[in-house]
C-alpha cells in the first residue's frame, strides 16, 4: 500500500482544504514532515488513519473530536486519501459525524458519519472520484479491511508508527506486551482453546464426581458400605422372602374356610329372619281388613251414583240453557229502545246541516274567482324557478370556478414535490452499477459459505468412508488370518492320517518305508475323520479369495484416504481464496446478503419509480394546462348567468304589478283555492253524510225489533225443556236406590277415584294373597334351624383377613426391597463401567488442558507461547536494524527465566551488551539508545506483522517519534538504517521538529503554524 495524495478539510488544528501529493515525495523515498510543537505533524498520521479506518493513529480521539477550531459552521470536516495497491488505485472519502449550518433557513444540524470507497484503477484525472466499491462506515470499513489484510491496531504498527506507542512496547512488562502482541498476531483462538479444554476438564471433572456420588447415593440408600454388603443383603431379603409367601399360602387357606362358616350362618339367619317378617306382613294385612270392607262398600255406592250422573248431568245442562235464553231476550229488547233513540237524534242533525246551505254556495262563487287568476300566478312562478335556476347556477359556477383554482394550486404544489421526488430518486437509481458490485459479492460469499460447509460435510463423509473402509480391511484381514489358520489345521490333520496310513503296514523286523528302521517303537495310532483333498483344495480356493478381498480393501481404504485428503484441500482452499468465511458467521453472511439485496432492489425500484415519476410530471403539466383552460370557460359562463338574471327580475316585475297582494306569494292562490275547495267539499260531505246516516238508523231499528221478538221465543222454548229434565232426574234417583239428591251426591265419585278405589281393593286381596303364601313357604324353610353365631363366625374370618394383609404388605415390602437391592448392584456395575471411561477422559483432558493453560516445566501457556514465538521473530527482524545502529554493541533478547505462569513470564525483554558479556533490562538503556531499540523493534514488528497477517505488501512507513534523544554518530546511523528500508523500495515518512534533520532530508513537509491555524507546504 503506497498513498498518492492526501486532501484534508477543516481537519484538526488545519484551516480550510490542505493537500498532500506524496507523488512528488517518491523519486527521493525519504522524506521528513517538519514543523513545531503542536502544529500538527503527527495529524497528518490521524488522517490517514481516520481516512483507512474511521479512527486516528493515536486511537485516543474520535473522528468527531477531529474537526477544525478554525472551520466555519458552513465548511464540512472531511479527508480523502488515494492510495494504490500494486496496479490498483483506490480512493476513500470520510466525513466524521458533525455539526453543520443548515442549507435552507437559520440554525445547524447535525451529520451523521459518511464513508464512501472507489476504485480509480480505470481513471485519469486527478479529481475524478472512479467507480464506487463501497458506502456507509461499516461496508468501507470491511472493504478497506479486506482490501489491505490488516486492521486498524496492526496498520498502527505495520505502517503508522506513532508518537511513543514503540518505545512503551519496548519497556512494557510481559503481561502488558501479550495483550498487545495478542492484538497484533489475532492469537485469540488460542485462548479460546485453553478455555475450551478447560471448560472440557471441568466437565469432566464433574462427570467424574457426579458417578461417585451417584454411586455413593445408590449405597447410602441402603446403608451398605460397599456391593459386597449389598449382595449380603439381597440373600438375606430373598430368604425372609420365601418365608412369608409360605405364611401367605397358610393364612389364605386359612381364610377360606371361615368364610364358608360365616356364609353358612349367615344363610341360617336369613331363613328365621325370612319367617319372622312373614307373619308379621300377615298380621299387618289383618287389621287392615275393616278398612279394605268398608272401601269395597263406598265403590258399590259409586258405582251406582255413576248410572244416575249422565241424567244430572241434562238437567244442568238444561238450567244453562234456560238462564242464558232469559239473557239474551232482556238483550234484545234493550237494543230495540236504543235503535229508536238513534234515529231520532240523526234526524236532528239533517235539520241543523240544511241549516248551512247559504255558506256552500258562497264557496262556490269564491272558488270561481281564485281559479281566473292561476295563468297569471303560473307565469310568475316559472319567472321565478328560472330566475332561481339562474342564481343557483351562477352559484355553482362560481364554486367549480373556485375549486379548479385550488385544484390548480394544488397540482402546482404536487408537481414541484415529484420533481423533487424524482431528483431524490435519479440519486438513488445513480448508485446501482455499485450496488450490483457489491450484491454480487455478498452473493459469492454468501454461495461459498454454502459450499464451504457442503465441503466440511464430505470431509465428514469421506471420514466416515475412510473409517468403514478400515474396518473392512480389519475384518477382511481377521478373515484371512482365520482361513490360515483352518487351513494349516486340516493339512496337519492330514499328514497325521498319512503317518497312521503307513503306521499299519509295518511289520516287525522288516525295515521302515519312511527312516528303514527295522524296529518301530511307537508306531502312529489310527487316525480317524481324515480331512479330503477337496476339503483343503476348497479352503485354499477360500485362502485366496480372502487375499483378494483384502487387496481390495486396502485399496479402497487408499483410495477413500486420498479422497479425504482431496476433500480436506478443497476445504483449505476455500478457505484461503475467502478468508472472510471464517471470520463472519453465517447469520452475518446471510445478513450481508440480504442488506446487499435489499439496497440493489431499492435502487433498482428507484430507477422503475423514476421513469413513473416523469410519466406523471408530465400527466400533471397536461392536467395543469386544462385546468387553466376550465377555469377561462367558467368565467365566460359566469357573465352570461348574471345578464340572464338582469332579464328574468324585469318580467318578475310586471307579473306582480297585475296580481292581487294576497296571491303574489309563492303558494298563495294555490293554498287559497285549496283552502274554499276544502270547505266547500267538507260542508257537501256532511249533508250527504247527515242523510245517510238518517236512513241507516231507520233500518238498524227495524233489525233490532226482529230480533227481539225472536229471542223471546227461545226463551220461551227453554224453560219447556227444562221442566222435561227435571222429571227424568227424579226417575233416575228412584231407580238407583237414593232417596233424594243430597245421597245421590254423597255416593257420586270422579271415574278416577272409582278406578283408584277399585285398584286398592284388588291390590289388597292380592297382597293378602301373597302374605299367607309368604308365611308357609318360610315356615317350611325355618323348619329344624337354631339361631346361629354370625357374629363370632365375622370375628374368625375379620382376624385371618387382618393377618393376611400383614403378610401381604410384608410380602410386597420384600419384593420391593429385593428388586431395589438387584437394581442398585446393576446400577453400580453400570456406574463401576462408565466412572472407569470418565475417569480416563479425564485425566486425558486434564493433562492437556494442564499443558496448554501453563502448568508444564516452561510455565508458559499455549497462546504465550505462540506469543514468544512471534516475538522471537519480531526481535530476529529487529536486531537486524540494531545492530547497524548500535554498532554490533547491543542485541535485543527475549527473557527464559521459568516464573509463575499467573504473572506472564515468557515474554519480557532483555538487552545483551557485548563490551561487558552481560544481559540486562531494556529499561537500562539511554535515552538515544532506547529509542534506537524501539524503533528497531517497530520496524522488526512491522515487518513480521505483515508477513503473518496475509496482507498486501506495504510500501510506506510512517515513523513519529523524537530523534532529539540521539547524538549526531545515533542519527547518522539511524538515518542509515532508515535508508537502507528507502532501499527496498519502501516510502519513509520521518515526523520530527529537530531543525538537524531538516539538512539531511532535503524531501519535506513544512507545517506552518498561525493564529488562523496550520498550513502545509511541499519542499521536493
Not at 442 to 453: F, W
Not at 920 to 942: D, H, I, Q, W
Request: with cysteine.
Amino acid at each position: 500500500m503506497t498513498p498518492e495524495r492526501l486532501e484534508l478539510n477543516e481537519f484538526g488544528p488545519y484551516t480550510g482544504s490542505q493537500t498532500v501529493d506524496f507523488e512528488e515525495l517518491k523519486a527521493q523515498q525519504l522524506f521528513l514532515i517538519h514543523g513545531a510543537t503542536g502544529s500538527g505533524k503527527s495529524t497528518l498520521l490521524d488522517a490517514i488513519c481516520f481516512a483507512l479506518y474511521g479512527k486516528t493513529s493515536g486511537n485516543e480521539r474520535g473522528g468527531d473530536e477531529m474537526r477544525s477550531d478554525f472551520a466555519t459552521p458552513e465548511e464540512p470536516t472531511e479527508v480523502t486519501l488515494d492510495f494504490c495497491l500494486g496496479e490498483d488505485r483506490y480512493r476513500v472519502r470520510r466525513r466524521p459525524q458533525q455539526t453543520l449550518a443548515k442549507k435552507r433557513g437559520e440554525g445547524t444540524t447535525q451529520k451523521s458519519e459518511k464513508a464512501v470507497l472507489y476504485d480509480r484503477s480505470s481513471v485519469e484525472e486527478k479529481s475524478a472520484d472512479g467507480v464506487p466499491l463501497a458506502e456507509g462506515k461499516r461496508d468501507v470499513d470491511n472493504r478497506v479491511g479486506r482490501l489491505l489484510g490488516l486492521g486498524h491496531e496492526q496498520f498502527r504498527q505495520v505502517v503508522v508508527l506513532p508518537q511513543g506507542k514503540f518505545r512503551k512496547f519496548l519497556s512494557a512488562g510481559s503481561t502488558e506486551r501479550e495483550e498487545i502482541l495478542k492484538v497484533l498476531f489475532e492469537t485469540g483462538r488460542y485462548e479460546r482453546l485453553q478455555s475450551a479444554l478447560k471448560e472440557m476438564e471441568s466437565e469432566a471433572k464433574e462427570e467424574v464426581q457426579h458417578l461417585r456420588q451417584r454411586k455413593e447415593d445408590e449405597l447410602g440408600r441402603h446403608e451398605a458400605e460397599d456391593a459386597g454388603e449389598l449382595r449380603e443383603m439381597l440373600t438375606e431379603t430373598e430368604s425372609r422372602l420365601k418365608e412369608t409367601q409360605e405364611e401367605k399360602g397358610r393364612l389364605a387357606d386359612k381364610l377360606k374356610s371361615a368364610r364358608e362358616k360365616l356364609q353358612q350362618a349367615k344363610s341360617d339367619q336369613e331363613a328365621l329372619g325370612e319367617l319372622e317378617a312373614a307373619r308379621q306382613a300377615v298380621e299387618d294385612l289383618r287389621e287392615k281388613r275393616g278398612a279394605h270392607e268398608t272401601r269395597k262398600q263406598l265403590l258399590e255406592e259409586a258405582r251406582r251414583a255413576a248410572e244416575v250422573a249422565p241424567v244430572m248431568d241434562d238437567l244442568k245442562t238444561r238450567r244453562e240453557e234456560k238462564q242464558a235464553a232469559d239473557q239474551e231476550a232482556s238483550a234484545a229488547k234493550q237494543a230495540h229502545e236504543e235503535a229508536e233513540k238513534a234515529l231520532q237524534a240523526r234526524k236532528e242533525e239533517l235539520r241543523e246541516e240544511r241549516e248551512r246551505d247559504e255558506r256552500r254556495e258562497e264557496l262556490r262563487r269564491e272558488r270561481a274567482r281564485l281559479e281566473d287568476l292561476e295563468e297569471d300566478v303560473e307565469q310568475l312562478e316559472t319567472a321565478r324557478e328560472s330566475l332561481a335556476e339562474e342564481r343557483e347556477r351562477r352559484e355553482e359556477t362560481a364554486r367549480l370556478a373556485q375549486e379548479k383554482e385550488e385544484k390548480l394550486s394544488g397540482l402546482e404544489t404536487e408537481l414541484e414535490e415529484k420533481r423533487a421526488d424524482l431528483e431524490e430518486k435519479e440519486d438513488l437509481a445513480g448508485k446501482i452499477e455499485l450496488l450490483e458490485k457489491e450484491f454480487e459479492e455478498a452473493k459469492t460469499l454468501k454461495e461459498k459459505a454454502g459450499e464451504l460447509s457442503r465441503k466440511r460435510e464430505e470431509v465428514q463423509e469421506a471420514e466416515a468412508d475412510l473409517q468403514a473402509e478400515k474396518e473392512r480391511r480389519s475384518a477382511r484381514e481377521k478373515k484371512l488370518e482365520d482361513v490360515k489358520g483352518q487351513l494349516s489345521g486340516l493339512e496337519e490333520r492330514r499328514r497325521d492320517a498319512y503317518a497312521s496310513v503307513l503306521a499299519e503296514g509295518l511289520t516287525r523286523g522288516e525295515p521302515c518305508p519312511v527312516c528303514g528302521s527295522e524296529e518301530h517303537p511307537a508306531p502312529a495310532e489310527e487316525t480317524r475323520d481324515v480331512p479330503s483333498e477337496e476339503e483343503i483344495e476348497s479352503l485354499r480356493e477360500e485362502k485366496t479369495q480372502a487375499r483378494e478381498a483384502l487387496d481390495e480393501a486396502q485399496s479402497a481404504a487408499a483410495s477413500a484416504q486420498s479422497t479425504l485428503a482431496q476433500k480436506r484441500a478443497q476445504v483449505e482452499s476455500l478457505k484461503e481464496s475467502y478468508p472472510e468465511l471464517e471470520d463472519m458467521t453465517e447469520e452475518e453472511l446471510e445478513t450481508n446478503y440480504e442488506e446487499a439485496q435489499s439496497a440493489l432492489a431499492e435502487a433498482r425500484e428507484a430507477a422503475g419509480e423514476a421513469d413513473t415519476l416523469e410519466q406523471q410530471i408530465e400527466e400533471k403539466e397536461g392536467q395543469l394546462a386544462d385546468l387553466e383552460e376550465s377555469i377561462e370557460e367558467l368565467e365566460g359562463q359566469l357573465s352570461d348567468v348574471e345578464s340572464n338574471i338582469g332579464g328574468l327580475e324585469s318580467k318578475e316585475e310586471t307579473i306582480l304589478s297585475r296580481l292581487p297582494e294576497e296571491v303574489r306569494t309563492p303558494g298563495a292562490l294555490e293554498e287559497a283555492l285549496k283552502s274554499a275547495t276544502e270547505e266547500l267539499s267538507d260542508l257537501e260531505g256532511a249533508l250527504e253524510e247527515a242523510e245517510s246516516a238518517v236512513q241507516e238508523a231507520r233500518e238498524e231499528r227495524a233489525d233490532k225489533k226482529r230480533s227481539a221478538l225472536s229471542k223471546q221465543a227461545a226463551a220461551q222454548q227453554a224453560e219447556e225443556r227444562l221442566e222435561e229434565a227435571q222429571k227424568k232426574f227424579r226417575e233416575a234417583l228412584q231407580e238407583n236406590g237414593f232417596a233424594d239428591p243430597s245421597q245421590f251426591e254423597a255416593a257420586r265419585r270422579s271415574k278416577e277415584k272409582r278406578e283408584s278405589m277399585k285398584e286398592k281393593v284388588e291390590t289388597f286381596e292380592e297382597e293378602w294373597a301373597v302374605a299367607t303364601d309368604r308365611k308357609a313357604r318360610a315356615e317350611e324353610n325355618a323348619e329344624g334351624i337354631e339361631e346361629p353365631d354370625v357374629e363370632g363366625a365375622q370375628e374368625t374370618v375379620d382376624s385371618f383377613n387382618e393377618k393376611l394383609d400383614e403378610v401381604k404388605e410384608e410380602v410386597t415390602r420384600l419384593e420391593v426391597k429385593t428388586e431395589e437391592i438387584e437394581g442398585a448392584l446393576q446400577s453400580i456395575e453400570e456406574i463401576k463401567g462408565e466412572l472407569q471411561e470418565a475417569d480416563e477422559r479425564y485425566s486425558r483432558v486434564g493433562f492437556l488442558s494442564n499443558l496448554a493453560r501453563g502448568d508444564n516445566e516452561s510455565r508458559m501457556s499455549l497462546q504465550r507461547f505462540v506469543l514468544a514465538t512471534r516475538l522471537e521473530e519480531v526481535l530476529r527482524v529487529a536486531n537486524e536494524h540494531f545492530d547497524h545502529m548500535a554498532q554490533s554493541r547491543y542485541q535485543l533478547l527475549r527473557s527464559e527465566d521459568v516464573g509463575d505462569r499467573r504473572s506472564g513470564s515468557g515474554l519480557d525483554l532483555l538487552v545483551h551488551d557485548s563490551h561487558t558479556g552481560r544481559k540486562r533490562p531494556v529499561a537500562t538503556l539511554s535515552g538515544g539508545e532506547g529509542f534506537m531499540a524501539a524503533l528497531s523493534l517497530a520496524l522488526g514488528l512491522s515487518d513480521v506483522v505483515q508477513n503473518v497477517s496475509g496482507g498486501r505488501h506495504l510500501e510506506t512507513i510512517f515513523i513519529d517519534e523524537g530523534f532529539g534523544s540521539l547524538d549526531p554518530g545515533a542519527l547518522d546511523r539511524a538515518m542509515e538504517a532508515l535508508s537502507d528500508l528507502r532501499d527496498t523500495g519502501r516510502l519513509v515518512g520521518i515526523i520530527s521538529h529537530v531543525s538537524e534533520l531538516k539538512q539531511r532530508v532535503p524531501s519535506r513537509l513544512e507545517v506552518k503554524q498561525s493564529q488562523d491555524g496550520s498550513t502545509l507546504s511541499m519542499k521536493a
